[in-house]
């Protein structure tokens, strides 16, 4: 991963990996340019990637077809004193499978909280940033 920075605090850079090309900068919200995308963002979709893959591997071992998978995730950060701190994750992912038993339901949900604590990303945030899963099961 090589990574470029030019100027100050109010800088602008960029970040290129064998599939990732894209601007850096400090977010808007905190008093940055905006300008591409920023740590934050990058902690937030290393989570939620990791998790949404976790997942889709353990239902397709389980032999859990799944018709639609997506999610949404939202981090939450804390200021005091001028000190940020990444304090939450929260996923939310949402998938539609054929019509399945209440047997294959609990299942399905055992996955989701499996994924979460397998996930490589979840483990290395573990004891620093607390995540937490909403899961919601539409039945074709």
């Known amino acids: 991963m090589l990574l470029k920075w030019s100027e100050g605090r109010n800088g602008l ?37 990791c998790y949404l893959i976790t997942l889709a591997a353990l239902l397709e071992n389980s032999k859990i077809e799944v018709l639609d998978l997506s999610m949404q995730a939202e981090g939450f950060v804390d200021v005091t004193n001028g000190v940020f701190t990444y304090e939450k994750i929260v ?34 945030l573990k004891g620093n940033v607390q995540i937490e899963c909403y899961v919601q099961i539409l039945q074709a």
């Open 91 to 124: 996923h939310r992912p949402s998938m539609r499978v054929q019509n399945c038993s209440e047997r294959e339901l609990k299942r399905i949900y055992r996955l989701a909280e499996k994924a979460e604590q397998t996930c490589m990303i979840s483990k290395a």
């Open 13 to 49: 850079g960029e970040i290129a990996a064998a599939n990732l090309h894209t601007s850096i900068s400090i977010p808007r919200e905190m008093n940055g340019p905006g300008v591409g995308t920023n740590p934050d963002e990058m902690l937030l979709g290393a989570a939620a990637t």
